[in-house]
Structure formats: C-alpha cells, structure tokens
C-alpha cells in the first residue's frame, strides 16, 4: 500500500510540475498515433538511468551502521547506504555542485548522514571528468520497520529523476 501511495505521489510530481520532461499533449491527439517512449523517470534501486550527459545509478540498500548522535529521533534505529555513480559520457566536465541528491522515507523528507572519510555524503566529491566516473554513499537513517525510501537526483535543477524501493 505505501508503495502504491509513493508511487501515486511520485507520479503526481512528474505530472503536476511537469518535470517528466516531455511537451504536454492536447487531448485531441488521436489514441492510434505512434510516439517514442519517453525514459522512465522513476526506477527500482539498482537500476541505471542514461541520459544526455552521462549514466546515474543508485544502488540497493545495504546496512549501515549509524553514528551515536543525540539529535537524532530515537525512532531512526538503522541506516541503509545507497552506493550513487554518476559517468560522465560527454567532452565536458559535470560540475559536482550542478548535482542535487535528497531522500524521502515513508513520504517525509530523510535524514541523511555525512562522513566525508567514508565517502558518505549528499554531494558528488567532486566534478565527474569526461569519460569518468564518480561514486559515494548516500546513507539515510531508518525505523526499525521496512520502509519505502525515494532518492531524488537532479542535475541543474531539472528533470529530476527518482529511484524508489523498500529498505
């Protein structure tokens, strides 16, 4: 069910804002003429996503063992690490700072957890060079109960695509 409810309100979004990408379509348009399909916009994690400038993927969930913080909600019992590769498949260098990463859990915004000696973060460490690749975990802190987790990445503030599963 809340897998259901997280895909309504992701579809919703790329419905609403318009962030799908693609020109709206009177409804005139005949239901017999043929049309390229769009790329998906929202995937499992684990799947790669191509597009102009380069290939994104977020991993599966892996556990994580969560930093002792006192600030956090006594309900936030576990962490799940997504490992996220950006390759750069263009002539020019995508600025780590164009990129935008955010998480969701049950449909609220994620606490996400940052140790740059780990590699963990919610940023690229830095720019992705053509033909290069770049990779870091993304670690979100967790009930005890699965959960349904969305990781919205952008790149320049557009065309925001979504990976979703339960972890």
């Not at 802190?141 to 990976?163: D, F, R």
Request: net charge positive; hydrophobic share 40%.
């Amino acid at each position: 069910m809340r897998r259901t409810a997280v895909a309504v309100a992701v579809a919703t979004c790329l419905v609403v804002t318009g962030c799908g990408g693609q020109a709206s379509k009177s409804s005139s348009t005949s239901s017999t003429s043929t049309s390229k399909s769009a790329a998906p916009q929202v995937m499992k994690f684990g799947e790669e996503r191509t597009g102009k400038r380069g290939v994104v993927s977020v991993g599966k969930p892996a556990g994580y063992d969560l930093p002792a913080d006192p600030q956090r909600s006594k309900e936030l019992t576990r962490g799940a690490k997504f490992t996220v590769t950006v390759r750069n498949t263009t002539k020019k260098a995508l600025e780590a700072s164009a990129f935008t990463f955010a998480a969701t859990t049950n449909g609220a915004a994620s606490v996400s957890i940052t140790d740059a000696a780990k590699g963990i973060g919610d940023k690229l460490p830095a720019d992705v060079l053509p033909g290069a690749e770049r990779t870091f975990g993304f670690v979100v802190a967790l009930p005890a109960n699965p959960a349904e987790v969305t990781i919205k990445v952008a790149y320049q503030g557009v065309n925001p695509l979504y990976w979703t599963g339960t972890a």
